[in-house]
């Protein structure tokens, strides 16, 4: 009996004494992150599989903190030396521009950035585009920026007509369906190997209004764009090329998408009918009752 219950003590001190050796041997690999672990394993076990984990970086180059393990004991108090906490949207790109310098002062002169200053959180940032702890490269075909993910990624914004408010602002929303349509998205379809993406014509980051002169579609620059290498070379016929990009143009009546309208009109049908029930059932009961105290009297 007494050696049996021995043996055991001694099976949970080896199993033990193997967890504080793998928490060792782990606090070695990536020192930063075992404090953070503790408590917040979700984003640690995403940031594991990132593009940024093993390079040297770790979570507090991001949200500062201390990680020193102080002894055994990990504390909230991690949390305090410099501890910037979550950023704002706003405040976001300080958190990148660390040590992505260039492609966020390129970002910031964008049509995205310029709604964000705005106000507009809905518009894209950096983490929109990318993901948070799990940032990949765009390489790996999970990615978000993954070339045949870049459609649905800026769809899921362009397409949407309440993100994209474009009853106030007349902004089109059928950007996917008309890219569908388009030669560009049929030919890669039909087994072309040269897929001309969103972001191949509009930028990764200095995304920007077609009237803006800077921008990429903007027809005095639409020859450099299209006349990019591996694309249309030495194009320079801007009505050939910058007619029929997205094959048809949206519907507008003035200067609203019609598409727009349709999701517009579906509101209001549903609350006018919720009023009618509503109204009816209340009319019901109220006259129900008008009635019982007129039997009464
Ligand atoms: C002892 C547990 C504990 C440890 C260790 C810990 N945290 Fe936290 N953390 C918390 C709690 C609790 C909150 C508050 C959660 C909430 O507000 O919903 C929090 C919130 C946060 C937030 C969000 C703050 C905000 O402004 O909303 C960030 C970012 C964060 N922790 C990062 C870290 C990092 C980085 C580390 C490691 C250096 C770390 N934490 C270690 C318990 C911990
Ligand atoms: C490349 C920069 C970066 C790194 C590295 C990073 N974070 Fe974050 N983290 C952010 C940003 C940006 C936000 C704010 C997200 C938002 O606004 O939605 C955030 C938010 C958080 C939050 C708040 C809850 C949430 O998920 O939005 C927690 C907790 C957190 N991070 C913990 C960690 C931990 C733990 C690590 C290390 C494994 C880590 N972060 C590494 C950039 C980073
Ligand atoms: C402490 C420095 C550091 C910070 C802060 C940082 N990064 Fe990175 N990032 C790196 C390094 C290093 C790489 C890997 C580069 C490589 O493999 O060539 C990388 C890679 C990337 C990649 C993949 C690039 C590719 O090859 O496709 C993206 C996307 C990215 N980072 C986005 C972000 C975003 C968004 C933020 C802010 C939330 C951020 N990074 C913050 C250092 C950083
Ligand atoms: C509207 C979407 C979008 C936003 C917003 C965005 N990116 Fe990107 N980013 C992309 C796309 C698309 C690629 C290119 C993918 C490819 O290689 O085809 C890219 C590429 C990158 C790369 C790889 C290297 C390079 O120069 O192309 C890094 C690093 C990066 N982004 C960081 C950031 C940071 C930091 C921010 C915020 C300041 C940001 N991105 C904002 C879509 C976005
Ligand atoms: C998180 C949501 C979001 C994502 C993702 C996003 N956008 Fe945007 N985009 C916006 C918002 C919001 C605006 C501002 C619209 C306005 O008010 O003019 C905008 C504006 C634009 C404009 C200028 C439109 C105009 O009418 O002036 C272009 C072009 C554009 N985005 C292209 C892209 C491309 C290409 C991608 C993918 C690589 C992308 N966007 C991803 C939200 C997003
Ligand atoms: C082959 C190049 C090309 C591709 C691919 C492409 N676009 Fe465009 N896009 C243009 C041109 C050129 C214009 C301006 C003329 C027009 O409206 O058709 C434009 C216009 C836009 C506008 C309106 C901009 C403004 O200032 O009014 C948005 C938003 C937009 N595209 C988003 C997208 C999205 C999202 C995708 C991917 C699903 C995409 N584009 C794919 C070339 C392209």
Redesign the pocket.
């Known amino acids: 009996m007494y050696l049996r219950a021995g043996g055991g003590r001694i099976i949970v001190l080896l199993f033990l004494a193997g967890l504080i050796l793998t928490g060792v041997a782990v606090a070695q690999v990536n020192n930063g992150d075992v404090s953070c672990y503790h408590c917040h394993p979700k984003q640690v076990n995403e940031f594991e599989k990132s593009?940024?984990f093993n390079?040297n970086?770790s979570c507090t180059?991001?949200h500062g903190g201390d990680i020193k393990i102080n002894g055994t004991v990990i504390s909230i108090n991690v949390m305090t030396k410099d501890f910037g906490g979550s950023p704002s949207k706003l405040n976001?790109t300080t958190?990148?521009s660390?040590?992505?310098a260039q492609v966020t002062a390129k970002y910031e002169t964008s049509i995205h950035w310029e709604k964000v200053r705005e106000g507009r959180t809905g518009s894209a940032s950096?983490?929109d585009c990318?993901g948070?702890h799990n940032?990949?490269?765009?390489?790996n075909q999970d990615?978000l920026?993954h070339l045949e993910n870049i459609p649905l990624l800026c769809a899921n914004c362009h397409e949407n007509q309440t993100k994209m408010q474009a009853w106030y602002y007349g902004i089109k929303t059928d950007r996917f369906d008309t890219y569908k349509k388009s030669y560009h998205y049929k030919s890669y379809l039909s087994g072309g190997n040269v897929l001309a993406t969103c972001s191949d014509c509009h930028e990764n980051h200095d995304t920007r209004s077609e009237d803006e002169p800077g921008s990429a579609i903007n027809p005095a620059n639409l020859p450099a764009t299209c006349g990019k290498t591996g694309c249309h070379p030495g194009a320079n016929n801007v009505y050939v090329y910058g007619g029929k990009i997205h094959e048809e143009q949206s519907v507008t009546l003035f200067f609203i998408d019609v598409k727009s309208l349709v999701t517009y009109f579906y509101i209001i049908m549903i609350l006018f009918e919720l009023t009618f029930t509503f109204g009816l059932i209340f009319l019901g009961i109220t006259s129900g009752l008008d009635i019982r105290r007129k039997n009464h009297d």
Do not use: E, M, N, P
Request: charged share 15%; net charge positive; glycine share 0%.
């Open positions: 593009v940024h390079k970086i180059d991001c976001l958190f990148c660390k040590c992505h950096c983490i990318h948070l940032i990949l490269s765009s390489k990615s920026t």
